[in-house]
T-cell receptor, first 112, second 119 residues
Framework: SQQGEEDPQALSIQEGENATMNCSYKTSINNLQWYRQNSGRGLVHLILIRSNEREKHSGRLRVTLDTSKKSSSLLITASRAADTASYFCATVFTGTASKLTFGTGTRLQVTL | DAGVIQSPRHEVTEMGQEVTLRCKLISGHNSLFWYRQTMMRGLELLIYFNNNVPIDDSGMPEDRFSAKMPNASFSTLKIQPSEPRDSAVYFC?????????????????FGPGTRLTVL
């Protein structure tokens, strides 16, 4: 399967702490994207990182990409209760008619 | 912009009945994706269209499932006949060309989903 795998499957932290989620994939990619899904809602795009990029920032989010290790990480700094959600990485593999393949997700719980 | 619109939001039906899910793309977007999400299988791509043309339907479970784009802004996903194992949340998403082609390389905008329960 080309599906990405996220680690950990679940993460519980306190408000103000940083949260780090990891994503691994198996074949070469064009880009990798991170999405958030609140309970009962659709997915919301957070950030896209291309295969020739190593790091991107967006507000409290920091994404890294290591194509040699076929892995990416999402760091949320100074977490808030509102960050409680499931987070998915999604990859666009090269040579696959450009469709997104979603990982299994990390469920993040931020407590007060 | 209202975003991607899906209807109905919830559907409860009995096994054997026909189910039609509807999706309206964001204006200007030219790629449309149908996904299914279950606890067991996660988020699966069923089919996607570029400029109204189906590009990849390899994720469609079987012949009971069909999808159409009668125009550039609207799509339907039909299940006939429905079975209990089809129970899931069905999402559609759209994307636009933006800076990259094909547009499916770009971020996708998801609708709120349709929760389908087949009894």
């Amino acid at each position: 399967s080309q599906q990405g795998e996220e680690d950990p499957q679940a993460l519980s932290i306190q408000e103000g702490e940083n949260a780090t989620m990891n994503c691994s994939y198996k074949t070469s990619i064009n880009n990798l994207q991170w999405y958030r899904q609140n309970s009962g809602r659709g997915l919301v795009h957070l950030i896209l990182i291309r295969s020739n990029e190593r790091e991107k920032h967006s507000g409290r989010l920091r994404v890294t990409l290591d194509t040699s290790k076929k892995s990416s990480s999402l760091l949320i700094t100074a977490s808030r209760a509102a960050d409680t959600a499931s987070y998915f990485c999604a990859t666009v593999f090269t040579g696959t008619a450009s469709k997104l393949t979603f990982g299994t997700g990390t469920r993040l719980q931020v407590t007060l | 912009d209202a975003g991607v619109i899906q209807s109905p939001r919830h559907e409860v039906t009995e096994m054997g009945q026909e189910v039609t899910l509807r999706c309206k793309l964001i204006s200007g977007h030219n790629s449309l994706f149908w996904y299914r999400q279950t606890m067991m299988r996660g988020l699966e791509l069923l089919i996607y269209f570029n400029n109204n043309v189906p590009i990849d339907d390899s994720g469609m479970p079987e012949d009971r499932f069909s999808a159409k784009m009668p125009n550039a802004s609207f799509s339907t996903l039909k299940i006939q006949p429905s079975e209990p194992r089809d129970s899931a949340v069905y999402f559609c998403a759209s994307s636009n060309p933006g800076q990259a082609l094909p547009s499916s390389y770009n971020e996708q905008f998801f609708g709120p989903g349709t929760r389908l329960t087949v009894l």
